[in-house]
């Protein structure tokens, strides 16, 4: 057991504790259903894709070396042997000086080794062409093969199913996609203050907020989300929940109760469960009282309840996590798509903790965009609604002097 509020682990060991949870099972899905879940196994084609040289352009099909040195000013001129259609594979080869009529995805004839645009040729009548271009073979066509050869492994397992990648499957006759299985994740809020959305709060009450950030977050990654009833500041409230959740999920999120006051019951409830607390703190901020715990071989993030604390914790570990047991090799170690911009003032951070602050961006034509520190207090939204995104000071630094290229992941 690893834990000890004031002894924060750091980012880095945190996100190798949250490794070696494993991956979820795989499962077949439709490939409809398939967008956004990653390949459980590598992809090998078995046919040639596509399966015969086609044209790439409307235009005529030739032999590219009949067209030696055509140009504007020397026209070459052939005979047109025949009209292919799509969907019809020539029976014929095309006699050397002759050409043929194609149209953007037919079948070469055999012998043609090049496509000429229509808009470098003009019929002539009388079954003569003149073509105003030479060309170098393979222009304009696609060879046998050149997406997928027999053999070839075209997806390697671990890829994100993209449109073009589900396309590709689509292309290699595949119906059905094994994948890394979706996450199921139970969401708890604890809080004797905490009321639902449609109630009005009485003096000292506020309404559940983390319950539906943080589903619309998991929901956002690609998982699915569940939420439970409001807890109070309760041991065998907090316990009989949070052995429900873990029961029904693959991750349990619980927001309240992970700091050290006298009603957080957390980390009680997990040890009465039997979870080996593998973390009480990181350092990080917002977000240090942070608790990992597992559950039954199942990850429990235990989040701080202040809202901005909540989902910055969240988009540090949360997310990367949930990509990681849908089946992603990469889900810790790729760099999140950030893109540059210019700070416009000084940042302070307190070295050995790893901040995450809000910026807002002010766009800027011909330069990189100001980035605008968003400051203030981890319980206010309004930090969050103001910024567009964030920046990473490294806990080894004091902070970020104002003009300095800063790398701002969206929110």
């Known amino acids: 057991m690893r834990e000890g509020f004031f002894r924060a682990v750091s980012t880095a060991q945190f996100t190798d504790l949250l490794r070696a949870f494993a991956p979820l099972a795989p499962e077949t899905v439709d490939l409809l259903a398939a967008r956004g879940r990653f390949l459980a196994a590598d992809v090998t084609a078995t046919e040639n894709l596509p399966a015969n040289p086609r044209a790439a352009m409307d235009g005529y099909a030739v032999r590219a070396a009949d067209l030696f040195g055509a140009t504007d000013s020397n026209p070459g001129y052939l005979d047109l042997a025949m009209d292919i259609p799509i969907g019809m594979v020539p029976d014929a080869p095309l006699p050397p000086g002759r050409c043929a009529r194609i149209v953007t995805g037919a079948v070469l004839p055999q012998g043609a080794d090049a496509v000429v645009m229509v808009e470098y040729t003009e019929d002539m009548g009388a079954g003569a062409v003149e073509i105003r271009r030479s060309v170098a073979p393979g222009d304009n066509m696609l060879f046998a093969g050149e997406d997928a050869a027999p053999g070839q492994c075209v997806l390697p397992a671990g890829t994100r199913l993209r449109p073009q990648e589900i396309g590709m499957l689509a292309a290699l006759g595949h119906e059905r996609a094994g994948v890394g299985g979706r996450p199921r994740v139970g969401v708890l809020s604890t809080g004797d203050e905490l009321v639902p959305v449609a109630a009005t709060p009485r003096p000292g009450q506020i309404r559940d907020v983390n319950s539906h950030t943080l589903s619309a977050m998991v929901a956002a990654a690609g998982a699915a989300p569940r939420t439970y009833a409001l807890v109070p ?21 619980l927001s309240g109760g992970s700091s050290v006051g006298a009603r957080d019951f957390t980390l009680d409830a997990l040890r009465a469960l039997g979870a080996d607390i593998l973390a009480h703190g990181v350092a990080i901020s917002p977000g240090k009282p942070t608790i990992l715990a597992s559950l039954g071989g199942r990850p429990v993030i235990g989040l701080p309840g202040q809202v901005t604390s909540a989902q910055m914790v969240m988009l540090a570990f949360g997310v990367p996590l949930l990509a990681h047991l849908a089946g992603d090799p990469a889900a810790f170690d790729r760099p999140p798509r950030t893109f540059p911009a210019e700070l416009s003032r000084n940042v302070a951070s307190k070295q050995g903790r790893e901040d995450h602050v809000r910026v807002r961006l002010e766009a800027r034509p011909g330069q990189l965009p100001l980035a605008h520190p968003v400051l203030g207090k981890s319980g206010l939204l309004k930090t969050l609604l103001l910024a567009d995104g964030c920046i990473v000071i490294p806990a080894d630094r004091e902070g970020f002097p104002g003009g300095m290229e800063v790398a701002v992941r969206l929110l």
């Not at 500041?233 to 999120?253: F, H, Q, S, V």
């Open 233 to 253: 500041d309760d041991l065998a409230g907090i316990t009989a929940a949070l052995a429900a959740a873990t029961a029904e999920n693959d991750l349990t999120l």
